[in-house]
């Protein structure tokens, strides 16, 4: 399959795994699960048609690992990023002493007054090297990169949880915790 298609099929399972799962008749289950089964018939009753074969090379070569499967290989889901109302069941974690997020430059004064806020999103993303988290600012304009203090945070009774494709997620980060790279 061409890169064209898995981006397209990438961004239309974000979108209604992750945010608009009732567009397509989908509804999500404890962990943020959907029966890849029904997720396919949604699809394809949407005129989005993807195979089982599309699906799994998505899921498989996806750069950030934004889908997972279940064990069985009958339900999927979106790693974390949901703007809706979802519990994706995560054990709170201990995080690495220092962790990173990445932004655009515009927002640099807001997160230095206010610190780093989840926004529409259920939580705050961080990761675990500066080169994620800059590829991740570069999304957003100018990449800056903020050091968080997450091993201060945990000790400061903060909960933070790991997602299945390595991102750190924790409810927000004061400014205190953060330090400019």
Same mark, same amino acid.
């Given at each position: 399959m061409n890169n064209s298609r898995l981006v397209k099929i990438s961004k239309y399972l974000s979108k209604h795994l992750r945010h608009q799962p009732e567009r397509i008749g989908l509804t999500l289950t404890p962990g943020g699960w959907v029966s890849v089964d029904e997720l396919? +018939?949604?699809c394809a009753k949407h005129q989005f048609p993807i195979n089982r074969t599309q699906l799994n090379e998505v899921v498989a070569s996806n750069d950030k690992k934004r889908f997972s499967f279940d064990s069985t290989g009958t339900l999927i889901r979106a790693n974390q990023g949901h703007s809706i109302e979802v519990d994706l069941q995560l054990k709170p974690t201990?995080?690495?002493d220092i962790l990173y997020h990445g932004t655009g430059h515009? +927002?640099?004064?807001?997160?230095l007054q206010k610190g780093i806020c989840k926004m529409s999103r259920h939580h705050v993303h961080l990761s675990q090297d500066m080169a994620t988290a800059r590829t991740v600012g570069a999304r957003h304009g100018r990449p800056v990169v903020f050091a968080v203090d997450a091993g201060a945070m945990?000790?400061?009774d903060y909960t933070f949880y790991c997602s299945e494709n390595g991102v750190w997620l924790v409810d927000n980060v004061p400014p205190e915790y953060l330090r400019q790279t």
């Open positions: 396919l +018939a949604a201990v995080p690495p515009g +927002a640099v004064e807001s997160i945990h000790a400061a």
